[in-house]
């Protein structure tokens, strides 16, 4: 079955940076492009970004483009999501997500990232 397992979450200070990645079983990863979404308390879950099957494309919503960049090893099967500059506003649990045509298929469990003195 598939399994998305996420890890690097934690605290932060504002202005500081995270790496989360996502170890993915279960299918055959270099088929499907790949995304990071995100939901903060009380708010919609949210798309982070995306990458293409090969890693030849990403996408970013404006909210955290230049800041957040998308990463994948087709050979480990793992995908990786570089944030920088961060600030309260990126408080949020992290999912990593099997993207097909755009749309989610499965997801991992979370991480929990909060940015906060």
């Known amino acids: 079955q598939v399994q998305l397992v996420e890890s690097g979450g934690g605290l932060v200070q504002p202005g500081g940076s995270l790496r989360l990645s996502c170890l993915a079983s279960?299918?055959?990863?270099?088929?499907?492009?790949m995304s990071w979404y995100r939901q903060a308390p009380g708010k919609e879950r949210e798309l982070c970004a995306w990458i293409s099957s090969s890693g030849g494309t990403s996408t970013y919503p404006e909210s955290v483009k230049g800041r957040f960049t998308i990463s994948r090893d087709n050979a480990k099967n793992t995908v990786s999501l570089q944030m920088n500059s961060l600030n309260s506003d990126d408080t949020a649990v992290y999912y990593c997500?099997?993207?097909?045509?755009?749309?989610?298929?499965?997801w991992g469990q979370g991480t929990q990232v909060t940015v906060s003195s």
């Open positions: 997500v099997v993207t097909r045509y755009g749309n989610p298929l499965y």
């Open positions: 279960g299918f055959t990863f270099s088929s499907y492009a």
